[in-house]
C-alpha cells in the first residue's frame, strides 16, 4: 500500500488496508495468506526459546494452539469467558493467547509482578473465569483467587509449567491432547467487528487504571496490517529470516503487538527472552545473531553506557526500534555510534489503541500512537524531514489537531492530536464516564500536543494528560494518590513525573500531612505503604516533598503543572549581559544595583549599562578586543568589575578572573594557560602584575586599573578613563550573536588532583542556567508565603564579599543576587570588624559566606558589638559546615533563614540546597537537589548506591560546563556524557536530601578555596634539602583544614640534621618560607613539616596519601591536646 501524504494537515484519508472481515486473531496469524504476509516454510522457526535453544516451527504451533484449546475446553472455558494471563515471556505465551481465542473467550494479561493489592483490583475489573499463572507469580496469584469477591465465580489457577494440588498445568493440557484437531468456531462480519480479543489494563488520569476493550479485527489485525504494509517497501529493513530479540514484555502494548505479533506476521524468528538481564542479553545477540532488536530507553542507555558493551557482540544486529517511551536525542546520537551500521528508530504507545510507532528509516524519526490501536506515522526514506519532524501518516490513518477551544488549528499551531482508523479500540469496558476519550465518529484523543504542516509532517511537543512513563510503563498519578490518601498520616497528596536517566521518568510525591504527624517519622511509613502496595515501577523513587497545601482549581482539580518543579525556560538567544542587563530587571530602574562600601556611593542600572557600553567601545577601539579575545581580571571585588565582565561579553570576549594574591609565577601560569590579551587589575595589585608581565614578556600597555582614584602619577589607564573614551565617540562595534549554549563567558580555574590548576571552560548559558535554577528553587516573585516570611524579596540588601573571580561569588553572590532584585554592598577585601560594620550600617539582609568567615562570627568578640538584626539569610557553601557551629549560627540568628548549598566550578556553581520549606537546613546536610539536577550516587563497584549508602556523588545539571579548557584527557576523567564527577563522597536519605561525607578525590578546601597537593608538592621538590613529599589537609577550626607536608629529606640533607643542632626546624622553616614565597596565602603549609623516612606508595609508584592523611590526623590531636595542657 502506498505511502500517501497529508495535503494539509487536518483530517486526510489514505486508500483502506486490505483487512479480512471473517477471521479471529490466531486464525489470521496462523493460517490465512495475505498480501503483505511473505510466504515462510512450515519448518521456519517462528519462536525460539531462549533459555534452551529449542526452535518451534510454526506448524508446531498450530498442533501446540489446538491441543491447549481442547483441554481449555474441558475446563469449561467458551465464548465470552474471560482468562488471565500472569507471566513473563514464555515460548507457551502466544499459544495460550491463541487457544483462548480459539474458544471465542478473552484474554487479559497482567504483569507477573504484580502485588496482592494490583492483582485483585485486575481481577475485580475483568472477572476472569481462570487464571493462568507463571511459577514466579503463581502464589501470589492462587492467594487472590481464593480472596476473590463472593460475587465472582470460583477462579481456578493453572501453573504453566507447573501442577498444582492436582490442577494440571499448561505443559499438562497441551501433552494431554496433542494430535487431537479443533474446530474453532467463525463468526461473521457483524460479530466479528465487535468481538472482544483482549482486554488491556490502562493507566488514566483519574481514579484506578481501566480497561480497554481491543477487538480481533479492528485493533490487532489492522494494527498488524498497518505495519506490514509499511514494511512491504522494498527499502525497509524487516525480511524473513531476520532474527528479533523477543525481550518486551508481552503483556505490555508494544511487546504484545510489535515484538510478538508483528514480527511473527512478518516472518521473523523471536527469540523469547523470559528474564531480562542485560550482561545475558548481550551473549544472547551474540549466540543467535540477532538482527532485531525493540528497546525501552533504559535498556538503550544500558547499550549506550554499560561497560560489557562490545562491537563484537553486536555486529548482527541491523534494525533497532526504541519504544514505549521518549528518546532523548543525546542517547539516540549514542546509539547511532553503538550502531552504526543498523537503522534505528523510535516506537511509542498507550494501551488505548495498542500501539504507537516512531519509525526511522536511514536515522530520520517516526512516529505514532497506540490511541488508534496502530501506527500513526512513519517516515520513508525517499523523503528528506526536518529535524524534530515524527513522520507523515500511515496507510488507513486520518489525523487531525484540535485547539483547546474545539477549532481546527492551522499550520504550524498547535493543539491536540485526534487519530482515526480501522484499529481504534472499543473503548473502555464497565467506564462510560471514562468514554470522552473516544470521540463521536471513531475519533480518538491521544493526549499528545502536537503540530502539523502542509504536506503532512508532524511535530510532537508535550503530553497534555498527567501520565508518567515509567520504563515504557504507563503510571496514574491519581493510582498512587489514592494509595497515599489511604495512609493515616496523609491529609492531601500530588504525584508527578520527574526524570531519571535510566527509567526515563519516575513518581514523586507531593504530601500535606496531619498536624500531628512528623515528617522524619513519617518518610519510611509512607514509602514503605506505597511499596507493599504496589509494584517496583510504581514506587515513589523520585521521593516525597512535604507541603503545605495542594495547588488546585476552584472545582478541586489538582494543579499538577504548578506542583512540578523543573529547570524554568532558559533562553538560548541571549548573552550574559543581554540576559542581566537588558532583559531581566526585576526592580525599579533608579533602585541601586551597587553600593561602594567605603564611599556609599550608589550605582544604577541605567548608569550600570552606560559604562558597560562605553568601556566596551574602548576595549574594542583602542586594543581590539574582539570574538573569544581573552581579559584577565586580577581584582579584588570593585563596582567596576561587572562592568569589565559585560563589557568583554558585549564584544563576544571571555573573562578568566585570577586571585589578586597570587605570586607572579602563578599570575603567569593563568596568562598563559587563558592566553588572555589584557590584563584589567586592582591598584593594591599593580607590583605584581608588573613583575609577572617582565618576567614572561606581556606588554605593559595592556595593563588597566581598575580604581577610578588612582593617583596621577603613574602611566597606566584606568577602567574609568577607558569608559569617558567610550562614551566619547561613535561607538564602534556591533554585539555579535552567540549560541550561549557552547560561547565560553568564563575560564574558571579550578584545582585538580595532579598538576597545576585548570581552566572551567563555562558558556553563557551556564551562569543564565544556575541563577535561574537558584530563583526557580528559592521562589523568588512566587507568592508561596507572606511577603515577610519570603527568603528573598526585590529591594532586600546583600553583602557582596565573596570574591568575584571565585566562582561562588560571581554566580550566586553577583548575577544571582542582581536577577532577583537585590542591591549589593561590594566589599573589596574581607575584614571581619568591617564587615560587621557594614552589615549594620546598611541593614544587610543576606550574607553568603564561607566556613570561616561562620565561624568568625560565632566566636569573635566583636559581634555583641554590632547590631546584625537585618539579616534575614546566611547561605554557607564552598566547604561543609561542622555540626557545632552550625548550632551556633543558629543561635545567633534565631530568625533567619540558614543552610547550605552545594556545587563547584565544574558544574557552574549550585546543583543543592536547603529547600524553601525549611527555615533552617539539617547542620550538616547539603540540601535538595535543584530544579534540573539529576544524581547518581556510584559505589566503588560501579553500582548505584541506595538510601543512606555512601558512594560518589556524580551529578547532571544544565548549568554544566562544558570541560577542561585545551585539556581533553582531564576532561574525559570528570565529564562524562553531560554528568560531572564530583569526587565527593556522599549519601542520599529519604528525604532526598544529599549529605557530603568525605572527599574521594585529594583536592583540600583552605577557606573555601581548592588546593592541589600535587601543586604545592611540585614546589617543595624545588627545595634543595627535599628527596620526597607528600602534601595532605589537617583540621583547622577556622580555615576547615590546611596543608601539612610529610618530607623526606636528601641524604646530605639527613646528615645534617644527625650532626648539627636545631637543623631539622631550620630546614622545616626553610621549606615553609619557600612555600610561602612562591604560593598565594592559602597554600601555605599552615599544618607544618613532618619529616619521616619513607612516603607509602603503591606497586605503580601512586601515593597512599589516606595513609598519611591518618597518621596527619593523630599528629593534629596531638598537638591539640598539648595545646590544651
Known sequence: MAHLPLPIPQGTKVPPLSIPDDLTLPQFILEANHPHRPKVSSAHPSLI???????????????????????????????????????????????IIWAVHRLGAIVTLSNPNFTEEELSSHIRLTKPRIIIAHLSSFQTAH?????????????????????????????????????????????????????????????????????????????????????????????????????????????HAAGLVVNLHYFFFIGLSIVVVEKYDFPSMLNTIARFQITTLILVPPQAVSFCKHPAVRASLLGSVKYVIVGAAPVPRGLQRSLYEVFPDAQIGQAYGKYLALLALYHECDRKQHKGTTEATCTIAMLCSTRKHPVGSVGSLLPGIEAKVCKADGSLAGEGETGELYVKSLSTALGYL???????????????????????????????????????????????????????????????????????????????????????????????????????????????????????????????????????????????????????LDSAIHREPLEPWFIED??????????????????????????????????????????????????????????????????????????????????????????????????????????????????????YLTVDDLVKEGLSKPFAFTEPKIDPRNKLAFLSYSSGTTGKPKAVAIPHISVITNVLQMHAHHKVDQNYTTWEERRFRAGDVAIAVLPFYHIYGLVLNLHFMLYSGITLVVIPKFNFVEMLKSISHYRINHLMLVPPQVVLLCKHPAVKSYNLSSVRSIMVGAAPLSNEINHQLFQLFPNAHIGQAYGMTETCTATTCWPIEKQRGASGCAGRLMPGVKMRIMKPDGTLAGFNEP????????????????????????FLDGWVRTGDEAKVDENMEIWVLDRIKEIMKVRGFQVAPAEIEGCILDHTDVSDTCVVGVPDDFSGEVPMAFVVPTAEAAKRMKEVPNTPDKIKESIMKHVEDNKVSYKKLAGGVEFVKVIPKNPSGKLLRRVLRERAKEIHKSRTLKAKL
Not at 508446531?60 to 507471566?87: C, K, M, Q, W, Y
Not at 531519571?500 to 515528617?519: I, M, N, Q
Open 49 to 95: 526459546e531462549e533459555r534452551t535453544g529449542r526452535s518451534i516451527p510454526i506448524e508446531e504451533l498450530r498442533a501446540r494452539t489446538d491441543a491447549l484449546a481442547n483441554g481449555l475446553s474441558e475446563l469449561g472455558i467458551g465464548d465470552n469467558d474471560v482468562v488471565l494471563l500472569s507471566s513473563p515471556n514464555h515460548v507457551d505465551y502466544p499459544i
Open 143 to 251: 492467594t487472590c483467587a481464593a480472596r476473590a469477591p463472593p460475587t465472582l465465580k470460583p477462579i481456578q489457577v493453572l501453573g504453566m509449567e507447573h501442577s498444582f494440588d492436582g490442577t494440571p498445568s499448561i505443559s499438562d493440557l497441551i501433552e494431554v491432547n496433542m494430535g487431537s484437531p479443533f474446530r474453532d468456531k467463525r463468526y461473521c462480519r457483524k460479530e466479528l467487528a465487535r468481538k472482544v480479543a483482549v482486554l488491556c489494563l490502562s493507566s488514566g488520569t483519574t481514579g484506578q487504571p481501566k480497561v480497554v476493550k481491543l477487538s480481533h479485527r479492528s485493533d490487532m489485525l489492522a494494527n498488524i496490517i498497518s505495519m506490514a504494509a509499511h514494511n512491504a517497501d522494498p527499502r525497509q529493513g524487516l525480511r524473513v529470516g531476520d532474527i528479533a530479540l523477543g525481550v518486551l514484555p508481552f503483556y
Open 430 to 580: 464497565n467506564d462510560d464516564g471514562a468514554q470522552e476519550t473516544f470521540k463521536d465518529g471513531g475519533w480518538v484523543r491521544t493526549g499528545d500536543q502536537v503540530s502539523m504542516t502542509n504536506n503532512g509532517e508532524i511535530f510532537v511537543h508535550d503530553r497534555l494528560k498527567d501520565f508518567i512513563k515509567v520504563r515504557g510503563f504507563g503510571v496514574a498519578p491519581a493510582e498512587l494518590e489514592d494509595c497515599l490518601l489511604q495512609h493515616p498520616h496523609v491529609v492531601d497528596a500530588c504525584v508527578i513525573g520527574v526524570p531519571d536517566e535510566y527509567s526515563g521518568e519516575v513518581p514523586k510525591a507531593f504530601v500535606v500531612l496531619s498536624p500531628t504527624a512528623r515528617p522524619e517519622q513519617s518518610i519510611h511509613s509512607i514509602l514503605q505503604h506505597v511499596e507493599l502496595q504496589k509494584v517496583p515501577y510504581k514506587h515513589l523513587r523520585g521521593g516525597i516533598e512535604f507541603v503545605a497545601s495542594i495547588p488546585k482549581t476552584a472545582s478541586g482539580k489538582i494543579l499538577r503543572r504548578i506542583t512540578r518543579v523543573s529547570t524554568p525556560p532558559i533562553p538560548h538567544n541571549l548573552s550574559i549581559p543581554q540576559f542581566f
Open 598 to 715: 567605603a564611599t556609599g556611593r550608589s550605582i544604577t542600572l541605567p548608569e550600570t549599562r552606560t559604562r558597560t557600553s562605553g568601556l566596551a567601545n574602548a576595549l574594542r577601539s583602542r586594543f581590539s578586543i574582539s570574538y573569544d579575545d581573552v581579559v584577565l581580571i586580577f581584582s579584588r571585588n570593585h563596582v567596576d568589575y561587572p562592568i569589565v565582565i559585560w563589557a568583554t561579553h558585549r564584544l563576544g570576549g571571555i573573562i578568566t578572573g585570577a586571585n589578586p594574591d597570587f605570586s607572579a609565577n602563578e599570575l603567569i601560569y593563568q596568562l598563559q594557560t587563558s592566553k588572555a590579551t589584557l590584563i584589567m587589575a586592582h591598584p593594591d595589585a599593580l607590583e605584581t602584575t608588573r613583575a609577572a608581565a617582565e618576567l614572561c614578556g606581556f606588554p605593559t600597555e595592556r595593563i588597566i586599573l581598575l580604581n577610578m582614584n588612582t593617583p596621577s602619577n603613574h602611566s
Open 951 to 974: 558512594g560518589e556523588l556524580v551529578v547532571y545539571s544544565p548549568s554544566n560546563a562544558l570541560g577542561y579548557y585545551n585539556n581533553p584527557e582531564a576532561t574525559k576523567e570528570t
